[in-house]
């Protein structure tokens, strides 16, 4: 599913005048493809990520997902296109302190009405997908920052989406856990077919992406491409 953001501007108001964010950005992302987003802090990073989610309507622009226009879509529409074709990995695990691995995935299923026995079986597949079948039964407390950002990764892919938004997602780890997740996400994106785009400040593990992507005062440059 290809992500296109095209000419988008978005402006937050500051004071008595306007703050640009996202000054005329066009990006492309394609299906099978890890887009890294890197700039400094207070860049347009994290606004370009929520802008792609369709979490906030820009100015102007269009957001353009696999052929259609969400840009004009009403609340509930972009929600269903969250629900069904999108899945989010936030900064924050924000796991909850009384579920185990297993149940923080089927909570996605059951605000969703899903079948809980088929998601079941989802969620034992995606905890074994990254690595996690052994701590299907652990809390939060009783797992590492790496195992718990994991978890967060496969709760992202419960709703099996087509794309991925990733937000910081090593920003609380040990140089070596964070490589470790930025690997799963290269092979998630691969094995799935996944169109992942990820807002990252770490630049040293920037080969596992196929485009980087820096954004500087609300503005764009394509960096590498693989």
């Not at 999108?86 to 924050?92: C, D, E, M, N, R």
């Not at 070596?176 to 799935?192: C, D, F, P, W």
């Amino acid at each position: 599913m290809t992500l296109h953001l095209d000419d988008i501007t978005l402006a937050f108001p500051d004071g008595d005048q306007r703050l640009t964010a996202l000054d005329h950005v066009s990006l492309t992302a394609e299906p099978g493809t890890l887009t890294a987003i890197v700039g400094p802090s207070g860049s347009g990073k994290s606004s370009l990520l929520a802008v792609a989610a369709t979490l906030i309507t820009p100015d102007s622009g269009r957001v353009v997902l696999d052929g259609r226009d969400l840009t004009g879509l009403s609340r509930a529409g972009t929600a269903a296109v969250r629900r069904g074709q999108v899945g989010i990995i936030f900064q924050s695990s924000n796991l909850l302190a009384s579920l185990t691995a297993l149940d923080q995935l089927l909570v996605v299923a059951h605000l969703a009405g899903d079948d809980l026995t088929a998601a079941r079986a989802r969620a034992a597949e995606l905890l074994d997908a990254v690595g996690l079948a052994a701590q299907a039964d652990k809390r939060p407390h009783q797992l590492s920052g790496g195992q718990r950002q994991r978890v967060t990764i496969a709760r992202g892919l419960m709703n099996q989406p087509s794309l991925l938004l990733v937000d910081e997602p090593t920003s609380a780890l040990d140089s070596q856990r964070g490589e470790a997740v930025l690997g799963l996400l290269r092979q998630l994106t691969t094995e799935r077919g996944l169109t992942t785009v990820m807002v990252t400040h770490d630049t040293g593990h920037l080969e596992a992406a196929d485009h980087v992507v820096r954004i500087v005062d609300g503005r764009t440059s394509e960096l590498a491409t693989r």
